[in-house]
Every structure is written in structure tokens, then in C-alpha cells.
């Protein structure tokens, strides 16, 4: 399975881009203090405010849904080649919106 470029040059980014995040959100949320503004409601004006717990585990949640795709890549991979590739982008595309959270959490923040 890693022999295949594809899936792994889209898992090995899916990691990076985990790491990336993970590097920004962690670095810049040592300086700040107070509420962490997580969701904004422009509708009905709402603020869900949250800790650093939750960044915490919302890059914590992003790495193991990587890890369980590429577990199940690694099962599939023999039998069904296509989802592997679907797995593998995935994760990739998963990993990417994470990485965009990570810079619209630190703009607002």
C-alpha cells in the first residue's frame, strides 16, 4: 500500500497538515487569555466560547479519524482500490479543513 505515490504522498500530507495546525493553533493560544470565541452566530448573535481543551480535542479528533482512515486503507487496499483512493483523499481533504480552521480560529481570535 505505501509502494502506491497516491496514497501515500495523501496520507503523508493529511499528517503534515495535521502538524501544521496543531504547531499554529498550539504556538498562538499560549498567548492568549480569556474565552476562545469557537463559533459565531451572525443570525441570532450567539458566541459558543470554549477552552484550550477544545482546540486540544478537535486536532486530537482530526488525527485519529487519519489514522483510522489509513488503518482502513491498509485493510481494503488488496480487495477494493478505489475506496482506498476515496479513504486516502479523504483524509487528505479532512486534514486541509482542519488546517483552514486553524487560520480563520487564529483570525478571529
Not at 21 to 29: K, P
Not at 30 to 43: A, E, K, Y
Not at 56 to 61: G, H, L, N, R, S
Request: glycine share 6%.
Amino acid at each position: 500500500m505505501l509502494k502506491n505515490k497516491f496514497i501515500a504522498s495523501a496520507f503523508g500530507l493529511s499528517f503534515l497538515f495535521i502538524l501544521i495546525s496543531a504547531v499554529l493553533i498550539f504556538y498562538r493560544v499560549v498567548h492568549l487569555s480569556g474565552g476562545l470565541i469557537l463559533h459565531f452566530d451572525t443570525l441570532t448573535g450567539r458566541i459558543v466560547l470554549g477552552d484550550r481543551l477544545d482546540l486540544a480535542e478537535i486536532v486530537a479528533t482530526s488525527g485519529f479519524i487519519s489514522l483510522l482512515n489509513f488503518w482502513l486503507t491498509k485493510a481494503v487496499y488488496r480487495s477494493q482500490i478505489f475506496l482506498a483512493y476515496f479513504l486516502a483523499s479523504g483524509s487528505c481533504l479532512a486534514a486541509f479543513l482542519l488546517v483552514v480552521f486553524s487560520f480563520s480560529f487564529l483570525a478571529v481570535n
